[in-house]
């Protein structure tokens, strides 16, 4: 008797090593598996308007990183001396209007140059909700914080959302022919609203990803919403909110995540990477005296895998570990 539903994982064509860089846009998933990649020292750039929800705002922030959009004063938001992007995270916000410009055109150069050279875009939708800036009818990344009297908001239909993303599509397809586009669908839950609107919410967005598939830039779908739904349907694999997948279930999705676009020799190097990179959070207690074995261990470790895997950037690492000495 068979007690447990697999879920069918897909083909990836191409796989992912340190030639190919990687970009993750979208909910706090995309996020966890970013995360995951860079600590084993992966070329991968993670969420650079921070995490944004809905699938709108995931398709401006593309538009924006393909024309190379240069922000002003127009693009800031005002509110009690605090400046603030609404197509932004809410860490994206400042009481200095030129620090806070500053930044968001940093950040806006760093991720144009990134996506042109990408091979791999994974796109997470978190919710099909929106919200609009009443006096302008703009759709916003995030709220932060302000008076809801300020927006509206509205479930977006899977049309809408497709009509929006086979636009930038193309325009990704223009600047970079040779992307690979990866839609999933995050398994957090969002429950503000109640259990039978979340899974509303979440029907249309995994129906959009779904009519996405036939874009000559999307290569396919990675199913994190069902492994997570029907491989762990228990809730020892949600965190102490019961909303958000428990670090046990994320590293259960980023293990098929690996069999699928991982080859054995990447992964291999990307674990002792990990380690060395993991170990940097490892709590010393006492002086040099104690932290030195275990520096000049990890100073040895970064030795032998630089000398196997020479492109691999650890002078961090070795900066961190040297001044425990």
């Known amino acids: 008797m ?6 069918q994982l897909p083909a990836a064509a191409s796989e992912i090593t340190w030639e190919t860089p990687v970009m993750f846009l979208g909910s706090c998933f995309a996020n966890e598996i970013g995360y995951r990649m860079a600590a084993g020292k ?3 750039m993670t969420n650079p308007h921070g995490t944004l929800f809905n699938p709108f705002s995931v398709a401006g922030a593309l538009d924006r990183f393909i024309t190379g959009h240069v922000y002003t004063e127009n693009d800031i938001y005002l509110h009690q001396g605090r400046y603030m992007s609404l197509d932004h995270h809410t860490a994206f916000s400042s009481y200095e209007r030129d620090v806070l410009i500053e930044r968001l055109n940093g950040v806006s150069r760093t991720a144009s140059a990134f996506i042109r050279n990408a091979s791999f875009l994974f796109v997470t939708f978190g919710t099909s909700y929106i919200y609009t800036l009443k006096e302008s009818g703009a759709i916003v990344a995030n709220c932060h914080k302000l008076p809801s009297s300020l927006f509206t908001r509205r479930q977006a239909a899977f049309t809408g959302i497709v ?3 086979k636009e930038t599509l193309d325009r990704l397809h223009e600047v970079n022919p040779g992307l690979k586009v990866w839609f999933t669908v995050s398994p957090v839950r969002h429950l503000s609203d109640g259990a039978h609107a979340n899974q509303l919410s979440k029907a249309q967005l995994l129906l959009a990803a779904e009519e996405l598939l036939g874009h ?18 228990d809730y020892r694999y949600y965190a102490a909110d019961m909303v958000h997948p428990s670090e046990t279930a994320i590293d259960y999705i980023w293990e098929k995540f690996c069999t699928i676009f991982i080859p054995g020799h990447t992964l291999r190097l990307w674990n002792e990477a990990a380690r060395i990179t993991r170990a940097m959070a490892h709590r010393i207690t006492g002086g040099k005296p104690e932290s030195a074995p275990f520096a000049n261990a990890m100073l040895e470790r970064i030795s032998d895998l630089r000398n196997r895997a020479p492109f691999m950037n650890l002078d961090a690492e070795e900066k961190y570990f040297r001044a425990l000495l």
């Open 2 to 7: 068979e007690l447990w539903t697999g879920v």
């Open 42 to 44: 992966l070329p991968v």
């Open 163 to 165: 009509s929006r993303w």
């Open 216 to 233: 000559p830039s999307v290569e396919g779908y990675f199913p994190a919403y069902e492994i997570f739904m029907d491989e762990l349907r």
